[in-house]
């Protein structure tokens, strides 16, 4: 069932050293990094520039053609967020989580400006805390829902989905 976050977060408040460090970073007001792939549509990119995100295109560093993997090194070098509309980066066959940067994998509906920012809302994260987002992580994302799967420090994986709901923000439980 889905559960407001507020709630989780009231029922599971975080310590008042993570509730620091969070604050800590938020003051840093560092910016997420992105890399887009040939197949991330360019309006999605002008979209996330308007925004204020630093972006960076397949055809800016010349690596238009290259195969899936040429991108995932790139962005991973280079501690960019990937972000593309190719669904082969869910594989963990040929992208394990252990080895990738943080992925994110859009489906934008209809593809209108509309549809392109209802899909943007999971990188929220990624705007205002861009230093818990570094790699390990795929999302995919579409205009009602995404669902994260992450590899922690110790080696454990988590799956987690969420939606925006009347103007909350809901995780499935």
């Known amino acids: 069932m889905w559960i407001d976050i507020a709630q ?28 887009t792939d040939e197949n991330f549509p360019s309006r999605a990119t002008q979209i996330l520039r308007h925004n204020g995100a630093k972006v960076t295109t397949a055809q800016d560093v010349q690596m238009l053609h290259y195969p899936d993997e040429s991108h995932s090194a790139y962005a991973l070098k280079h501690e960019m967020i990937l972000l593309t509309c190719d669904r082969d980066y869910l594989g963990d066959r040929r992208f394990p989580l252990i080895k ?9 509906g ?50 987690s989905r969420y939606r925006h709901r009347q103007g909350k923000l809901q995780q499935w439980v």
């Open 8 to 35: 989780l977060i009231a029922a599971d408040p975080p310590t008042a050293k993570e509730a620091q460090q969070i604050v800590d970073f938020t003051k840093r007001k560092a910016k997420a990094r992105f890399y």
């Open 100 to 108: 990738c940067p943080a992925i994110y994998v859009f489906q934008f």
């Open 110 to 159: 209809t593809g209108s400006d509309e549809d392109m920012q209802l899909a943007f809302r999971c990188l929220a994260p990624a705007f205002n805390t861009p230093q818990f987002i570094d790699k390990w992580m795929k999302v995919d994302a579409s205009v009602n829902e995404w669902t994260e799967r992450v590899r922690h420090l110790d080696g454990t994986t988590s799956r």
